[in-house]
């Protein structure tokens, strides 16, 4: 029998404590799999407290998967021989560092986690999540979006939020919505690697608009609200993907002026807001209200697996999304929303953000380091960077040959919006899942490759 009195956290029920406390000596190796924990009234008259607090607590673990009870013989750390129902999950293939993910590094603990997940248990509301949610989300959800998105600055009435499975469906939602086959929708010239595909799968045509250090340019916008008839403008107004780049106050006003001048829609895309923790000028949606469909999620700035996005509508076109999201049947997934819920009320969230931030800008800086000396957009807060290439090498080329030293990086030419000429640049992002020295290796290497000649431009002489 294991002599275990555990450190209890009694600021909440003990028996949550003590369950809590199992699962971290667990993680931290005082308990191992196949000790046996101390009798239950013999941890109970330890510890000061009830025989049925100490019951509770230990049915609470093993509902967990933490414990296994046997009548007459104690209860025990589960052993390993358990086949999990969750599939492994590769994090890493063969020693590949893949740089091509802009997400949040993991940095969410396995008790914030769990934490999350025994309040949904515990919910006598629970089973109301498997039932189909409302097209625009359940109550509490909305709730939990306007708390969230008072973040950025927006205070939205909760009848114009829409919950969706995650940003990129918000936006396939909103595009599907407002547009008509065959329309031409401006947006930035570099842009989101997928937006080609979902413009094409929404049966649009994108317009790409020329940029500049803050991002979309006021004399390319309005030359082409004038002289087409695009009516939708998409544009990523903070971080921009993949530049980085962030609108100045005076740019958004400008933007905004021409749209209100020629009636344009616009869809704001703002993920990485959060991300940048210095005070950011106002969203379009807070500007222009009437004009703006603002797009957030909790995927890049919580967990990438947490695909949860809100979409605010202009007043009073919360009726025709509505309509829409119900044709096309993309109801978000309650249990998500819950998890997302809790981290929220609790604060669970801010703690999980500010994690975020301090552990890229530590990787922003390492980065920053080795690339002291060379061309590249990076701004505080980013999860990626936008490294500019010596002439010498093929963006394409240089992707290929650095994939052959397992390290993945994504080409400028994957962010074209329309075919022309290619960025000299690559994009090289912070949230993988190995630690922090790989990461720094990997950088290191991509420096050692930028000064060395691509092969494929050596002449050989007879």
């Given amino acids: 029998m294991t002599i275990w009195i555990p450190t209890l956290d009694r600021s909440k029920p003990l028996y949550l404590a003590i369950a809590d406390a199992i699962s971290s000596d667990v993680d931290g190796g005082t308990l191992a799999k196949g000790d046996r924990l101390p009798p239950q009234r013999d941890l109970a008259w330890k510890l000061g407290v009830t025989l049925g607090t100490v019951t509770r607590a230990y049915k609470e673990a093993e509902l967990r998967g933490l414990l296994s009870g046997e009548v007459g013989r104690g209860s025990y750390i589960r052993t390993g021989n358990s086949i999990s ?51 625009d989300g359940f109550a509490l959800h909305k709730t939990m979006a306007a708390h969230w998105l008072k973040r950025s600055g927006i205070h939205a009435n909760t009848r114009d939020i829409f919950i969706t499975a995650g940003a990129h469906l918000g936006l396939i939602t909103v595009l599907e919505a407002i547009s008509e086959p065959g329309e031409t929708i401006m947006a930035e010239g570099v842009n989101y690697a997928l937006l080609r595909n979902t413009f094409k799968n929404a049966h649009v045509e994108p317009l790409a608009l020329e940029m500049d250090a803050e991002g979309l340019t006021p004399t390319a916008f309005e030359h082409a609200a004038r002289t087409t008839k695009s009516r939708i403008l998409y544009v990523v107004p903070t971080l921009q993907n993949p530049t980085t780049s962030t609108m100045s106050m005076q740019r958004r006003e400008q933007i905004v002026a021409i749209a209100r001048k020629y009636s344009i829609t616009i869809i704001e895309d703002d993920i990485f807001r959060l991300l940048d923790a210095r005070v950011q000028p106002p969203t379009f949606y807070t500007i222009a209200p009437e004009l703006t469909y603002h797009i957030t999620s909790l995927s890049k700035t919580l967990a990438p697996g947490l695909r949860i996005g809100f979409v605010v509508t202009p007043q009073g076109q919360e009726r025709s999304l509505r309509a829409h999201v119900r044709t096309m049947a993309s109801r978000t997934v309650g249990i998500t929303g819950e998890i997302a819920r809790y981290w929220i009320e609790t604060d669970i969230a801010d703690t999980i953000l500010n994690r975020t931030r301090r552990e890229l800008a530590s990787l922003r800086s390492s980065f920053m380091d080795v690339f002291k000396n060379c061309n590249f957009r990076c701004e505080p807060g980013s999860p990626y960077a936008w490294l500019e290439l010596p002439e010498h090498w093929n963006p394409s080329r240089f992707t290929v040959t650095l994939a052959a030293q397992n390290i993945k990086v994504t080409p400028g030419s994957a962010f074209l919006l329309v075919p022309s000429l290619t960025p000299h640049h690559i994009r090289v992002c912070f949230g993988t899942s190995v630690e922090n020295f790989k990461v720094r290796k990997a950088f290191e290497t991509i420096r050692r490759l930028m000064r060395e000649q691509d092969e494929d431009e050596f002449t050989p002489v007879a």
């Fill in 85 to 135: 129902p969750i599939p492994p999950i590769a994090k890493e293939t063969d020693g590949i560092i893949d740089l091509t993910h802009a997400i949040p590094p993991p940095v969410v603990t396995a008790q914030e986690f769990d934490s999350a997940l025994h309040a949904v248990m515990r919910d006598p509301r629970k089973l109301d999540l498997l039932d189909y949610a409302p097209p």
